[in-house]
């Protein structure tokens, strides 16, 4: 489904990808970890435009995106979450979610949130309605009448998962969607991750929770400063000696 080759990306004189080679298979969860600083967020980065790689290609379902525009990489199917992503604090959790659509036949979701139900057009129902849906889904549903300022750390994130679900992505990449987040929320989250994967989104995870990951993942890759050490199922990265130095600082 995804196939990245020889990705570099470089900030002055700081390498922070340096010739990559991922394939994301179609269905599956694929894991990246790595520690602070190993590439993982700027790929993600790479991967939906918001940064231009130097080097490489970035292959969607044969077509090549290197390079473009996130809003025609979001049309595309890709979507994800941020490891810190804003909320609109002023908007409830309905609107926050429905403000995620990438819909050219919306002219204005800001003029959804302002009218009154009675002069909602059609599709702006649709959407509204299928916002309730997808917070039902994450279990928000009975927090969508809430403003997004009141929401604790996990809701938040929550809501991004909710908000990238709403455009009914191909590939859904989560960015620490973990983070913060006590043993049960991480169950909790893990089983989202789950129904989510069994909707036929493919999924790549970013996360600092192994133990989470390796029990999510079909695939796990491991970057370090900017390069893949290793990629293999997770029973054989958690005994990888690559791995157990540079993430887990052993030798």
């Given at each position: 489904m995804l196939k990245i080759s020889g990705l570099s990306k470089s900030f002055g004189a700081l390498q922070a990808l340096d010739k990559v080679d991922i394939e994301i298979k179609e269905g599956e969860i694929h894991g990246i970890i790595g520690p602070n600083g190993s590439g993982k967020t700027t790929l993600f980065n790479c991967i939906t435009g918001i940064l231009k790689p130097n080097e490489g290609k970035i292959i969607f379902r044969g077509e090549d995106i290197t390079g473009l525009k996130p809003n025609i990489i979001a049309n595309k199917g890709i979507h994800r979450t941020f490891q810190a992503g804003k909320l609109v604090s002023n908007l409830t959790v309905l609107e926050n979610i429905m403000c995620g659509v990438q819909d050219p036949l919306s002219k204005s979701l800001k003029d959804t949130m302002i009218r009154l139900p009675f002069t909602q057009s059609k599709r702006e129902k649709e959407i509204q309605e299928k916002a309730e849906r997808i917070a039902e889904f994450?279990?928000?549903?009975?927090?969508?009448?809430?403003?997004?300022?009141?929401?604790?750390?996990?809701?938040?994130?929550?809501?991004?998962?909710?908000?990238?679900?709403?455009?009914?992505?191909?590939?859904?990449?989560?960015?620490?969607?973990?983070?913060?987040?006590?043993?049960?929320?991480?169950?909790?989250?893990?089983?989202?991750i789950r129904k989510i994967r069994e909707m036929g989104i493919t999924i790549v995870v970013v996360s600092h929770e192994v133990k989470m990951l390796m029990n999510l993942s079909e695939i796990v890759t491991v970057l370090s400063f900017g390069q893949k050490i290793a990629e293999d199922i997770p029973e054989i990265i958690q005994k990888d000696p690559r791995v157990l130095e540079a993430y887990l600082g052993t030798r």
């Open positions: 994450v279990g928000l549903v009975d927090s969508i009448n809430r403003w997004a300022s009141d929401l604790v750390w996990t809701e938040r994130q929550l809501v991004q998962i909710a908000r990238a679900l709403i455009n009914e992505p191909l590939l859904l990449l989560l960015d620490e969607p973990a983070s913060g987040m006590g043993s049960f929320e991480i169950e909790k989250m893990e089983e989202i």
